[in-house]
């Protein structure tokens, strides 16, 4: 059950998984994705899904029931387009529009713990850590086990623990 949030901070770690590619750089401009490949490189469809399937499921380890639609057909995007923008449309104005009365929880980060160890932010989507991830990054983090910050915590302490974790309101 995805909401705006965590659809917007997935679909934003797409160009960096097909990126790793060989041969491929994949980025967003204007609301699109833009993958362009090297001379002489052919982009299988499968290979594709796979890549960005396993990116998804190895990045968000509890996120269950992923999967990945590649579509090549002009005509089919041409005609699926004012659907995806309108979809776009209402998730921007859904995430603008979140407030901490709504959120049904908030969420913690510790990922300063190895900086500042008592330190712990409570974040709502009003209210943004002192580092300035985004909300979105956190809470999909603590809901489907991302965690950027695992390469930093190299003390025993933190070693198998999630920087991100839902708080009860």
Known sequence: ??????????????????SMMRGVAARCAGGRLVVQQAAGVELDPAR?????????RR?????????VEIIFDAGLLQ??????????????AAIRGATEEAAPEFYGCVACSPFAPDHI???????NPQCGRPYGMI????????????S????QLHRDINS??????
Do not use: N, W
Request: glycine share 8%; hydrophobic share 40%.
């Open 1 to 18: 059950p995805l909401d705006d949030f965590d659809r917007d901070y997935i679909e934003g770690a797409i160009p960096g998984a097909l």
């Open 48 to 56: 594709i899904g796979e890549v960005l399937l396993a990116s998804v």
């Open 59 to 67: 990045t968000f380890p509890r996120l269950k029931g992923a999967r």
């Open 79 to 92: 005609e699926m387009a004012p659907a995806v923008q309108a979809e776009r449309e209402a998730r921007d």
């Open 121 to 127: 932010c409570i974040l709502t989507p009003e209210r």
């Open 139 to 150: 809470k999909t983090g603590a809901l489907y086990g991302y965690d950027d910050m695992s």
């Open 152 to 155: 930093i915590h190299h003390s």
């Open 164 to 169: 991100f974790r839902v708080v009860e309101k």
